[in-house]
């Protein structure tokens, strides 16, 4: 006697999300749809034709990743950093005054901890844009290594506090990148 049992098509469970609540301390996620943006207001200015574009400022673990716009030539700082720091450039090219390498469009650096560096944009390049990912802080200082300043997630939050007020997006503004 044949088996007439109907033949049940497999579920495709790679389509099926999953069923679970996430776990309650989690952060939400993050997606800024335009990270490069028409809104000129969302560049928060650091110096003369220097911005920087939140992406996420991570007050809970200490880091930040933005977008850095420069249009002028020259010594932007001489900095260091007591944790690693990720790049990707995505126009333009800048160089540190320590190594012999420049970072072209296309290109990850990837900055050891503790190391001390001079980044240069040169004369030729119109405009710098490079992702960075920035853990701990930025730890501005002298060709002698005496500190001048310093940045970090928390003062980041400052400045976008204080600019996207006074642009008209309201200083609450940067809670969308915070995390």
Same mark, same amino acid.
């Given at each position: 006697m044949a088996d007439e049992s109907p033949i049940r098509p497999q579920l495709d469970q790679s389509r099926v999300p999953y069923r679970h609540p996430q776990p309650k301390e989690?952060?939400?996620?993050?997606?800024?749809?335009?990270?490069?943006?028409?809104?000129?207001?969302? =560049?928060?200015?650091?110096?003369?034709?220097? =911005?920087?574009?939140?992406l996420c400022l991570s007050a809970s673990r200490g880091y930040w990743m933005n977008l850095l716009r420069v249009r002028?030539?020259?010594?932007?700082?001489?900095?260091?950093?007591?944790?690693?720091?990720?790049?990707?450039?995505?126009?333009?090219?800048?160089?540190?005054?320590?190594?012999?390498w420049t970072?072209?469009?296309?290109?990850?650096?990837?900055?050891?901890?503790?190391?001390?560096?001079?980044?240069?944009?040169?004369?030729?390049?119109?405009?710098?844009i490079t992702l960075f990912q920035v853990?701990?802080?930025?730890?501005?200082?002298?060709?002698?290594?005496a500190v001048l300043g310093y940045e970090?997630?928390?003062?980041?939050?400052?400045l976008c506090r204080k600019h996207y007020a006074a642009v008209g997006l309201g200083e609450d503004h940067v809670e969308h990148y915070i995390r």
């Open positions: 989690a952060f939400p996620e993050l997606v800024v749809p335009h990270a490069i943006p028409e809104d000129e207001r969302l =560049w928060v200015p650091q110096q003369a034709n220097v =911005w920087f574009r939140p002028k030539s020259g010594v932007l700082s001489r900095h260091r950093h007591p944790q690693p720091v990720h790049g990707f450039v995505l126009k333009g090219s800048w160089h540190y005054l320590e190594h012999d970072a072209t469009e296309g290109a990850y650096v990837y900055e050891a901890p503790g190391e001390t560096h001079t980044l240069v944009v040169e004369p030729d390049v119109p405009e710098m853990n701990g802080a930025m730890i501005y200082v002298d060709p002698d290594g970090d997630v928390f003062t980041k939050i400052d």
